[in-house]
Structures are given as structure tokens and as C-alpha cells.
């Protein structure tokens, strides 16, 4: 048993840092230096910039125009680039419609859509909620039903899909509709490919709790998909979703983003004042909170990184996916609101102008940086952590199944 | 970097295990408890002869020349087991100041007796009054001529009614808490002057209040330098606590283990107790708590042997410091799982409980470490 990092991942780890600290542009880095928001250009851009080094995705094989990278190498990579604070890369494009369309897709598919993911030239979203089914998404409602006309084979789709999360920005959306009714729900679901340009497709934003629009509801409308755009066979779609699950371990528990996180909250409890005017991080009631979350962190990036070693040893993935979700969202929740009580009564001024790439204000008080001034919705938004991509009780539900047998 | 155990650990692991589980069972340890020792000498003896004694001490001295990861296999099996014996005390705290500061003669003797099973040492160090401070040291040491006259008192000190070695800090120079001035002394229980009111911890293992007046000891009975024994000290600790923290994760898988054992075959309502959905997530919750204690115990393994203090005493107490939480969560929920037979002496959940919480309670509790940790913040 050792927690070393090889001569060759330190190297690796360098040659990242390097690549990083040379590629992100300077007004991105500048952006992210002084708080202010990314915007959804800049997520294009960075993939672009990846993909010109043949670094655009971490997680594919080489065969796809992937990395080849073992699942230690991803995890250096994601804690370099949280380090260096680039833009995230989309997973809806890489790390899920991708993987469903290299397994289950035709040539043909593989081909038009995957070489334009890893390009940054397609932006996908994910349809997989309804209205009435959240953590019950087998009860999924969509309608696909085949016909033919004098354009050939295709489904008519009818309904809601919603969170689709970035979806105003998106060109391609996967979605699980409704084909069949027969047998168990899971049994009536086909996987499709859906231009967000056809006929009949309408987005309407979804407010936030911090007044970012990040998630819309979508609706279809008699709206036409060729047939050749289903992935795999009909009514199979439960099977391809669910290979989603747990086929990415590292990245999920988001150890990276977290330390880097965590970086932060020191710095701000250092610059912030305590009750006497001393720094914040002087005050044992406060410093102890951000103790105990930092021990938290050293157990998951430990845990996370035996779960990653088990993905490049071929192991299954089983609950512990589920393990690494609940945990890291918990410790991404809990960054935030200390990030928030850092700042005392100035987690009280809602001023989003701050945040963007142009605000030229005037400072409302020395302790309330532009930067800070997302620390309050943050901790709002990221409540979301432990609902999304199946809430905490639905996680617990897998590993009471899987692992425990109950 | 690699998280699995070598052929030999995995080796250790499972000849122990199965000798544990045959000569080992509750009832045997139930009996091994009200004896007169409190721990089996023929468990010893069998430790002693799968060289388990031997395994952390240097090869130049006899030893196997292992390391903390080594023990904290050890001390994880033997927690599944609830062994009584004290190897903690001996073999891990005893023997890493020994090997941290034993010359001579002195070193060879009990080394060797550590390493053979004839030898129990342990390390009376910690004072009333000071809970779990470390360096604050009330014991003197006069010096009289070539004698050093030893006088005062050492709280809880573990394994101290079957000791034949006490390894005693006394104060040769310096006011109560300085870092330096403290210097460690080998004294024979028997001496006169040692009297050591000797109890049954709540876990069943055995602990004494030793106190000292004007023990005479000679300068071979020294064990390292004069008025500088505290970062061995320190380190013996940590390496206790690191062992504490296997043992503790032992413990607490064991008990998951019986506590989802007893889920599926309870049944209440027509149903086992395991279909209910709030019993099932708070069964996740200790599995997860244990997962994470798991990854800290390691961490607090592999730096326990570290030369560089602060990265060691800070791995081991931000161990300490989750695991003295997680202990309590996994032993509370358990005890309760298990409803009215949870708060009885009959099961192993009961006794699982009460070690863990007395692992809490030893080399600092989970708000001591937490400081200790916290502290570092400050600094860096």
C-alpha cells in the first residue's frame, strides 16, 4: 500500500499544468481569477482548444479521437484543471450521449455525431425528466410513435421533457420517449436523437433560486425524428440509459473542483474579519467548521481514488458510483455554505450585475469583492447537488439493493 | 499508488482471522474477560508465534521490520474480534519508543522481550488533571547522586496491571508544560514506591492509575535522551492513534456486518425489518461513514511512520478526528437497530459499541483531535 503518485503521473501531472497555465486564454483566466462568470461561449471555446491539443476528451479510447488516459491520468487532469480554474466540460455530449452512441450506435451515427462532439461543435442536452417522473423516470411519458411518409421512416414525438440543463444554449438533445406500454414501464423506452431545429420544438427557461436560468422545460409537438436517429433497437432504451449509469467513476465524487474549493474558503476566511477584526480563520468556532470538511475531503479523495484504481483494474462499477455521488455533492454543499457564512452579514447584498465579465461598479465595501457576491446563490443553487442525476434517497436505495441486499 | 494490502498482509490477515474466529468466538472472549488477567496468555503466545509481536520492530533487533501498515492489519483484525489482548499498548507504543530510543543493553532486553511475548511494556505518560495534553508533564525526576527519585502520577494507563515494564515520563528539567524537559524512565512495576490501582475498562480491557513516590531509578533505566523524550513520545502516540483507528474500522465493520445480519433475519409487522426504507438508509449511511474511516485509517497508517511531525500528527488526527465521530454514529445506530437486545450484554453489537466508544475516549477524543487539526490551519 502506497498513496504515491508515480515518476511518470508526476510528469504527466506537469506536462497538464504546463499545457494549462500556456492554453487558458488570459481573459478567461482573468474572469475566473477575480469570480466573475464563465459564459456559454467560453465552454466552446475551451473545448476547441482542448480538442486542437487531441485533449479533448479525457475519457474516450483512442479509436474515438479520445485521450486514451487511464482513470488515474482523468483524475489528474480534472484536479489540474479545477486548479487552474478552466471552464467544466459539458458531460451531457461527452460523457453521456457519447459512450450510449460508441456502445449501442450505428457506424453512421458514430460517425456524424461523435468527431462533432469532441469538436465542440455540437452542444447536446439531456431529455430524460418529465413533469411526472422525476426519480421515477421509468414513468416517463413521451410519446414516439413510427410512421412513413414521402421523407421516409420516422417517430412523431409528443410531450414534456424537463431540467434539461443548459438546453437554451443546445443544438442536439438524447431523449427517452415512449414507444411501448406493453410490460414493466422500463420496457417501453426508446433512446433518440433529437434536432433542437425541427418544427415543433419549444424551450421555455426554468428560474433558478438564485436567478440563473441553468435549466428549461422542453416540449414536443408533432415533432418529426428520422428513424435513423434511435440508437440501438426500440423499446431498449431503459438498457442504454442505464449503462450511463457508473460508466464514468472518476469525475463524479468531484474531489478536483472541491480542493480547489476548498482553497478558496481558506483564502476568504483569511481576508474576511471575525467578530474582533481579527481574520476569520482565527475564530476556532468557524476554523473547526472548515476542519471538518477539509478531513471530509481527505477521507473522499482517498475513497474516490480506490474506486478509480477499481475502474482502470475492470472492475464493475456496482454501487459504488452511487457511494462517491452521495458523498461528493454532500462536501460540494457544504464548501458552499461555509463559502456563504464566511462573509458574515455580507452574504446578505444580491448584486448578480457584480458577477458579470463586464461590471465596472463601484465596490459596495472592502469586504465584499465582486467575487463574493456569488457566494450566497451558490450556496442556494447547489442544493441541487444531492436532487440531480438521482437525489441521495434514490442513491441510498441502489446501495440498500446492491450492496447491503436489503 | 496502490491501495491493496501486500501477499503478506493479506497473509497475516487471513491466518489470524481464522484462528480468531475458532479460538475467538464471543463466548470465548466473554470468558477470556472475567479472568484474572483480562486477555489470554495463550492468545499472546499464539500472536507470539505467528510473529505478530515481532512485526513493527526493527530487523537489526530481531524484529520483521514492519511498518504501521503492517499493524494497522493487525489491529483491524483483531478489532473484528474484540481481542482483549494488549497490543497496543506493548507492541505499538511500547515498541516504538523503544525503537525510537532504546540503546544498549536496555533496547536488546526489551526488544527482545517484546518480540518473544515475555516482555509487556506500556507507556505511562498521560496525567490527571490535563486530559489528553501531551506534553504536559507533572512527574518529576530528582535527581540524587547516580539515582533519579521518580514521584507522581500517571492516569489510565493502559495494560499497567500486567505490565512487567512501565515506561514512565518524568520531569527532569522545566515547568509542568514545556515541550522540553521530559525524559523517560523503564521502571519495574514491582519497585518500591510503584503502586498501580489496577481497574476493567467499560470495553473490558484492563487499565491503572500508577503513582510514584520517590522511585528509585539508576541511569541504565533511561530509556533516550535526558529532557528530550517528547518527540518520541509524540510519536508513539500517533502510532497508537493510527492503531486505534484500524482497530476501530475493524470494529465497525463487524458491526455493520451483524447489524444487516440482524435486518434480514428480524421480523416485525409479517415483514424483515431490512424492507423498511428508514432503517435501509441509515444502514448506507453507517456503510459509508465506515468506507470513509476506512480511507482516513490508511492515510493516518502510511504517515504514522513519517519523520516529519507535522505531516504525521496531522494524517493521524484528522483520523482521529472523523473516525472518533464516525464510531459513535455507526455504534448509536447499531445498538438501536438491533432494538431491545441492542441494550443487552448477550449480543456482540453491545460490546462492539462500548470499545468503540472507548477508542473515542482514548490518546484524545474527536474534539481534541478536531482542534489539533484545525490548529494546523492556522499555520499554513
Sequence with gaps: MNFEYTPEQQAFRTEVRQFLAESLPVDMRERQASGKRLVAADITRWQKILHGK??????????YGGTGWNAVERHIFDEECADAGTPLQLPFGLKMVAPVIMKFGNEAQKARFLPRILAGEDWWCQGYSEPGAGSDLASLKTRAVQGTDAEGEHYIVNGQKTWTTLGQHANWIFCLVRTGTEG??????????????????????????DGEHEVNDVWFDNVRVPVDNRVGDENKGWTYAKFLLGHERSGISGVGRSKAGLKQLKSLACRQPGDNGRPLIEDARFRDRIARLEIELMALEITNLKVILNEDRHLPAGPEVSMLKILGSEVQQLLAE????????????????????????????????????????????????????????????????????? | MDFNLSEEQVAIQDTLRRWLAKEYGFEQRRAIAKSADGFSRDAWARYAGLGLLMLPLPEADGGLGGNAVDTMVVLETLGASLALEPYLSTVVVAGSLVTDLGVGA?????????????????????????????????????????????????????GAPSANQLIVSARTSGVANDAAGITLFVVDPCAEGVTIAGYANQDAQRAGEVKLSNVKVGAEAMLGPMDGALPAIERAIDRGIAGLCAEAVGIMAALNAATLEYLRQRKQFGVHIGSFQALQHRMVDMVLATEQSRSLAMLAAIKADSEDPAERSRAVSAAK?????????????AVQMHGGMGVTDELMAAHCFKRLTMIDATFGNADHHLARFSDTLLVS
Design chain 2, 106 to 158: 536496555l533496547r536488546n532486553e526489551l526488544l527482545g522481550g517484546i518480540a518473544s511475548g515475555a516482555l509487556l511494556a506500556t507507556l505511562a505518560h498521560l496525567e490527571p488533571g490535563v486530559r489528553y495534553n501531551r506534553q504536559c508533564v507533572a512527574t518529576t525526576a530528582r535527581r540524587e547522586g547516580d539515582v533519579h527519585l521518580l514521584s507522581g502520577h500517571k492516569a489510565v494507563v493502559l
Design chain 1, 54 to 63: 487531441g485533449w479533448g476528451s479525457g475519457s474516450w479510447p483512442v479509436a
Design chain 1, 184 to 209: 414493466r414501464p422500463q420496457e417501453g423506452i426508446t433512446f433518440l436523437l433529437i434536432d433542437m431545429k425541427t418544427p415543433g420544438i419549444t424551450v421555455r427557461p426554468i428560474i433558478m433560486l
Design chain 2, 321 to 333: 478526528a472523523y473516525i472518533g465521530q464516525a464510531l459513535r454514529q455507526v455504534g448509536q445506530e
Design chain 1, 338 to 406: 461555509l463559502m456563504m457564512q464566511a462573509l458574515g452579514p455580507y452574504a446578505l447584498p444580491s448584486v448578480p450585475d457584480m458577477l458579470m465579465p463586464d461590471w465596472q461598479g463601484e465596490r459596495l465595501s472592502v469586504n465584499f469583492e465582486p467575487r463574493d457576491a456569488g457566494h450566497a446563490g451558490a450556496y442556494f443553487n447547489l442544493r441541487k447537488t444531492t436532487i440531480y442525476g438521482g437525489s441521495s434517497e434514490v442513491q441510498k436505495n441502489i446501495i440498500a439493493q446492491m450492496i447491503l441486499g436489503l
